[in-house]
């Protein structure tokens, strides 16, 4: 139960963090669209940073449904975990888009209508948490004192260096489908996203262990 509070909590406040700080640039951003994904940068470094620092000694700070998976394909934790903790990220994550909802006045019950498909977008999804990924993986393995750091300003970075601005989270992906603001995402367009970072993780996932074939 600690651990399933922990990432209820983290991924809560995660992903308020990048649905609310989108809402708020949106306001105030006069049309400046590099400005809004700014703001979502700034404002997501920071709390991943945080989070990572305060509940990863809790939980390991997962937050995502692919860093789970990940995990137990490397025989890191259980699948029963697992799966619990897939329920409460995605839980969390549609708890949050409510709240942000709320904050700002908007309707509760939302469905995204920003259209995100292509091929460029999808792969753009899959580099985006190939090296995610690889991030929580090699940090993990060479500097696991710098895994909060490394996590947040890898994807700080890959906001913007990436054509799908780093989703990088299943869960996150749904619930960004639940907002119609600067963030969200037709909910069409969400199963190729998540696709894309299945089939991302997975990669990172074998790299590492062709890179370090001993476990």
């Given at each position: 139960m600690r651990n399933l509070w922990a990432e209820a909590v983290g991924t809560g406040f995660l992903f308020m963090t990048v649905i609310g700080s989108g809402?708020?640039?949106?306001?105030?951003?006069?049309g400046n669209v590099l400005l809004g994904v700014l703001a979502v940068t700034a404002a997501t470094v920071m709390m991943l940073q945080l989070l990572v620092t305060m509940l990863g000694p809790v939980s390991g700070a997962q937050f995502n449904p692919v860093v789970s998976l990940v995990l137990s394909l490397r025989g890191n934790q259980g699948w029963r975990l697992t799966l619990a903790m897939v329920?409460?990220?995605?839980?969390?994550?549609?708890?949050?888009?409510?709240?942000?909802?709320?904050?700002?006045g908007q309707p509760l019950v939302q469905v995204g209508t920003t259209a995100r498909g292509g091929y460029g977008l999808?792969?753009?999804?899959f580099i985006a948490t190939f090296g995610l990924i690889l991030t929580v993986l090699l940090t993990g393995r060479h500097a696991?004192?710098?895994g909060a750091t490394s996590v947040a300003l890898y994807i700080g970075a890959a906001i913007l260096f990436t054509s799908s601005t780093c989703f990088a989270n299943p869960a996150i992906t749904i619930a960004r489908a639940l907002t119609d603001s600067f963030t969200g995402i037709a909910p069409a367009d969400a199963p190729g996203f998540i696709a894309a970072q299945l089939a991302g993780?997975?990669?990172?996932?074998w790299l590492e262990r062709v890179l370090y074939p001993a476990g």
């Open positions: 809402m708020l640039a949106e306001a105030n951003m006069a329920a409460v990220q995605v839980a969390a994550g549609v708890a949050a888009v409510v709240a942000v909802h709320a904050m700002f999808m792969l753009g999804e696991p004192h710098a993780g997975l990669a990172a996932h």
